[in-house]
T-cell receptor
Framework: SQQGEEDPQALSIQEGENATMNCSYK?????LQWYRQNSGRGLVHLIL?????REKHSGRLRVTLDTSKKSSSLLITASRAADTASYFC????????????FGSGTRLSIRP | NAGVTQTPKFQVLKTGQSMTLQCAQD?????MYWYRQDPGMGLRLIYY???????DKGEVPNGYNVSRLNKREFSLRLESAAPSQTSVYFC????????????????FGQGTRLTVV
């Protein structure tokens, strides 16, 4: 089974609303990353949060990490049509800092 | 600066045929990865190479072999293709997680869409 599980699997919101996606993982991590994938394309890195960090911001993105609960959330504020994509969390295990294990993803649709 | 380049982009194989997917990166990264992505699902790690000269199994290695030819190139071989290996294959590269910069952001190729009939 995959290290990360995302919730919800699919999310549809109105343009301008905020979107929140959650990720849970199983083992201790070195860091956790979020990626975006547009349909039919490769993945693009969005943001990385280290195990000793609790919150990180990048533009309209806010990521939180709770290592005690082994969970992370990605918040996209003021959503735009261009944010329509699949979003994946990925963990770098503490035991193997060269591995990157992906979750199952959240499909985000922004309604105009 | 091309980043990560995968070839071919599309391939159709008959069951039992073999083929090699090629991947090259020009970012001087130590680590390279092969993933597969099935429809509507996340990426599953097939094999990875933490550095030149080393390879390790990922989550779903059965039916695949890899070669880290040099620091730039990491190939994935299907010795006897099966319909269950129909998927989109992604190659990626990154610095090591314990590198001084601590940056393990992965850069992805555009994928190889493989169909086994």
């Amino acid at each position: 089974s995959q290290q990360g599980e995302e919730d919800p699997q699919a999310l549809s919101i109105q343009e301008g609303e905020n979107a929140t996606m959650n990720c849970s993982y199983k083992t201790s991590i070195n860091n956790l990353q979020w990626y975006r994938q547009n349909s039919g394309r490769g993945l693009v890195h969005l943001i990385l949060i280290r195990s000793n960090e609790r919150e990180k911001h990048s533009g309209r993105l806010r990521v939180t990490l709770d290592t005690s609960k082994k969970s992370s959330s990605l918040l996209i504020t003021a959503s735009r049509a261009a944010d329509t994509a699949s979003y994946f969390c990925a963990t770098v295990p503490y035991s193997s800092a060269s591995k990157i294990i992906f979750g199952s993803g959240t499909r985000l649709s922004i309604r105009p | 600066n091309a980043g990560v380049t995968q070839t071919p982009k599309f391939q159709v194989l008959k069951t039992g045929q073999s083929m090699t997917l090629q991947c090259a990166q020009d970012m001087n990264h130590n680590s390279m990865y092969w993933y597969r992505q099935d429809p509507g699902m996340g990426l599953r790690l097939i094999y990875y190479s933490a550095s030149e000269g080393t390879t390790d199994k990922g989550e779903v290695p059965n039916g695949y072999n890899v070669s880290r030819l040099n620091k730039r190139e990491f190939s994935l071989r299907l010795e006897s293709a099966a319909p269950s290996q129909t998927s989109v294959y992604f190659c990626a590269s990154s610095e090591r997680g314990d590198s001084p910069s601590g940056n393990t952001e992965a850069f992805f190729g555009q994928g190889t869409r493989l169909t086994v009939v």
